[in-house]
């Protein structure tokens, strides 16, 4: 590590490791921090990525693909299943070796790149962001950079530091917590994704059961965080291995929380840019941010190398990239936010009700609206919400 660089990105996961591949690509001195000694790991993650979505990014590689998804299937707790195909290919991939396959191609795209570096502090002149502390070894270095990129995840302390307003209230955070099940074999499809609905099954989240193997998969929860009368996310999510997967193994252990807002109002100050879960760039429904971070990475560095380029990086020069946010995921991750909102609410025998429905349903071959008015006219109670569902709808197609 030197004194100084152009730009510094804190955090090797998907978002830092776009990030610092895109400054390195136009030329720029880059840095790309990361706090654990081995990027990618340990994986805090059920691991589901859109397949056109992560090839704008990396190249297709079978050492990091565990599944191919054909099929996504919703239950309720009576056992109704709704199947439907992904609205594009989806992959279950090894984040191990993706995110350091994803900072290994930032390397070869020129950014110097540094495990077993924590950031500890943010550095500051004339009230701009202008490098960080870095603990590496026991060692303390202050490293100066024009531009800072805050990829550090959704605890991060960067945005904080920056004084970015990053709490979300409680009713707006998701508690997760997933098991890598063993002595899978022949319980669980594997090129499908398995979504569990319900309130008393996962109040105001959802459970998953994603295949990893041909007998391991990660088996997960996200409750709301205000939710909590019945236990913590994993009390319900060994409740829920214990009824489905008796005589399972668990071969790891994730817990974790996950703001589930949309995106920060406010994501960059002077000098400084956060992106993917830094700056809540997750799906505010299923709480995926992979892909997502990537995009915002891509979009932040867009604006980010311009500014550098003019010599201003001031938060009035970097506040594009939160235009082109709202302007590509805004309306949508609304839509998603409002759908969760929904279902938090919604009577929990209305949602079972749905499913039940849904599951005799040829989705295959009806249109949406005809979906929506097949369930409509079985559950009246959800008119109260058809018009969040219509415009939902619409944004989404
Ligand atoms: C249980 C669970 C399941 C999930 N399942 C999915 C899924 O199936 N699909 C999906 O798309 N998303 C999923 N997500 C969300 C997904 O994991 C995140 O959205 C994604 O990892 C965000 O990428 P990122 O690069 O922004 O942050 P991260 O991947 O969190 O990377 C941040 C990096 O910054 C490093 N760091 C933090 N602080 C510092 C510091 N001070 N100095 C240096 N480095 C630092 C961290 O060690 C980490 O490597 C899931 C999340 C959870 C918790």
Known sequence: MREAYEVIVVGAGPAGSVAARRAAEAGLDTLLIEKRQEIGAPVRCAEAVGALATQEFIDEDPRWINARIDYYSVSNRQGDRVVVPPTEPTWVVDRKVFDYELAHVANQAGATVVTSAAATGLLREDG???????????????VKAKLIIAADGTESQIARWAGLKTVPPMADYYSGAQYLLGNMAGRMEPNRCEYHVGMTMAPGGYLWVFPKSADT???????TSDKTAGGTAR??????????????????????????TGALKKMVTDGLMTVGDAAHQADPLTAGGINLGMYGADMALQVGIEALRRGDVSAAALQPYEKMWAERFGKMHAALYQIRKMMTQMNPDTLDGLIRTASTLDLQSMTPGAVLMTLLKEYPVMLLQARTLVTTGLILK
């Open 128 to 142: 701009r962001a202008s490098g960080v502390t870095i603990k590496r070894f026991g060692k303390t270095r202050d």
């Open 235 to 260: 009390d319900y999510l060994d409740r829920f291995v214990a009824e489905h997967y008796p005589g399972s193994s668990i071969l790891n252990v994730v817990v974790g929380g996950i703001p589930a």
């Open 217 to 223: 998969a990660n088996v997960g929860i996200v409750i």
